[in-house]
C-alpha cells in the first residue's frame, strides 16, 4: 500500500500570501490529521477530519482551516501568512480511530 | 533536524548496546500512547503502541513500558543500531485516531 503522500513538498511564500496544502491519505483510511512541527513549539495538533467533517479542532487562529473530499484526501489552507507560521505541516491518516500514519510533510517557508 | 530549537535531550548510545527513552505524559484521562521515530527531512514514522489497559507491550526489537501510576512511559531498543540514530517522540491521546499530543523528544545519536 502507498502511504500518505503530501504535496508539495517544500513551499516559499511572503507574508501576506495564503497558501494550500494538500494530502493524500493511505488507500481505505477515512481519518486526516494536520500537525504544525517548528523548532520551538514541536508537534502540534492543527485539525482532524473524517467523512469530510471536522472532528476535533486545536489551538491555531482561524487563519488556518482545512476540508476533506469524498475520497478522504485532504487540504489545509493558512491564509496572510505570518512570518512564524515557517513550519513543517504534517498530515497523518487512519483507518477510524486508531494509529495515525505520517507523511514526508510539506515545508513552508514565509519570507 | 525539525527541533533543534528545543534543546532536545539527548542520548548516546554505543552500537550494540540497549537504549532506554523516556517520557512523562501529562494527561491521566489518555488511554492510547504511540512512540514515533522521525528522521532528518522525514515524518514521523510508527514504532509501537499500548492501550492503558497494558502495562507492556513487545515489538521487534522494541519494548514499550507504561506506568500509569507516575504517568510514565518508556521505549527500550534492544541492540541498538547506526539506523536507529534519529529523534523519538512519544504521543498520548484519550482516544485512539483523535488529537495526539507530543513530548518533546529525544535525540538518540548511536555510536559505530
Known amino acids: 500500500k502507498a502511504g500518505v503522500t503530501q504535496t508539495p513538498r517544500y513551499l516559499i511564500k511572503t507574508r501576506g500570501q495564503q497558501v494550500t496544502l494538500s494530502c493524500s491519505p493511505i488507500s481505505g483510511h477515512r481519518s486526516v490529521s494536520w500537525y504544525q512541527q517548528t523548532p520551538g513549539q514541536g508537534l502540534q495538533f492543527l485539525f482532524e477530519y473524517f467523512s469530510e467533517t471536522q472532528r476535533n479542532k486545536g489551538n491555531f487562529p482561524g487563519r488556518f482551516s482545512g476540508r476533506q473530499f469524498s475520497n478522504s484526501r485532504s487540504e489545509m489552507n493558512v491564509s496572510t501568512l505570518e512570518l512564524g507560521d515557517s513550519a513543517l505541516y504534517l498530515c497523518?491518516?487512519?483507518?477510524?480511530?486508531?494509529?495515525?500514519?505520517f507523511g514526508p510533510g510539506t515545508r513552508l517557508t514565509v519570507l | 533536524g525539525e527541533n533543534v530549537g528545543l534543546h532536545l535531550p539527548t542520548l548516546s548510545v554505543q552500537e550494540g548496546d540497549n537504549s532506554i527513552i523516556n517520557c512523562a505524559y501529562s494527561?491521566?484521562?489518555?488511554?492510547?500512547f504511540i512512540w514515533y521515530k522521525q528522521e532528518s527531512g522525514k515524518g514521523p514514522q510508527f514504532i509501537i503502541d499500548i492501550r492503558s489497559n497494558m502495562d507492556k507491550r513487545q515489538g521487534q526489537r522494541v519494548t514499550v513500558l507504561l506506568n500509569k501510576t507516575v504517568k510514565h512511559l518508556s521505549l527500550q531498543i534492544a541492540a541498538t543500531q547506526p539506523g536507529d540514530s534519529a529523534v523519538y517522540f512519544c504521543a498520548e491521546t484519550v482516544s485512539p485516531g483523535g488529537k495526539l499530543i507530543f513530548g518533546q523528544g529525544t535525540e538518540l545519536s548511536v555510536k559505530p
Open positions: 494527561n491521566s484521562a489518555s488511554d492510547y
Open positions: 497523518a491518516s487512519s483507518l477510524v480511530a486508531d494509529t495515525q500514519y
